[in-house]
């Protein structure tokens, strides 16, 4: 199994700066792409940022400039530097990984989901 540890959410203020981390463990062969999606209360979840393991990049149109996704495959950990964070920002942000287990069987791994509040 895939464990994914999540961190870094919480209150900030609109224009703002948070940074959110989260960690894959377990009987990993190899990860392919790493993700960001959110939540926000009444709509459906919604990517973010994705990151491939090649470092090729991707933004939802709404963050783009705004927010960097970044990878440390050594670490088997990936980022989100969210900046300027604005009150739609709100959200819980959820941790996306695939690839494969060292049986070569394939994975999609989420995590639990941190809390982001972007208020006055």
């Known amino acids: 199994q895939v464990q994914l540890v999540e961190s870094g959410g919480g209150l900030v203020q609109p224009g703002g700066s948070l940074r959110l981390s989260c960690a894959a463990s377990g009987t990993i062969f190899n990860i392919n792409a790493m993700a960001w999606y959110r939540q926000a209360p009444g709509k459906e979840r919604e990517l973010v940022a994705r990151i491939t393991s090649g470092g090729k990049t991707n933004y939802a149109d709404s963050v783009k400039g705004l927010f960097t996704i970044s990878r440390d495959n050594a670490k088997n950990t990936v980022y989100l530097q969210m900046n300027s964070l604005k009150p739609e920002d709100t959200a819980v942000y959820y941790c996306?990984?695939?690839?494969?287990?060292?049986?070569?069987?394939?994975?999609?791994?989420w995590g639990q989901g941190t809390r982001v509040t972007v208020s006055s």
């Open positions: 996306n990984v695939d690839g494969r287990y060292v049986s070569g069987s394939y994975y999609v791994a």
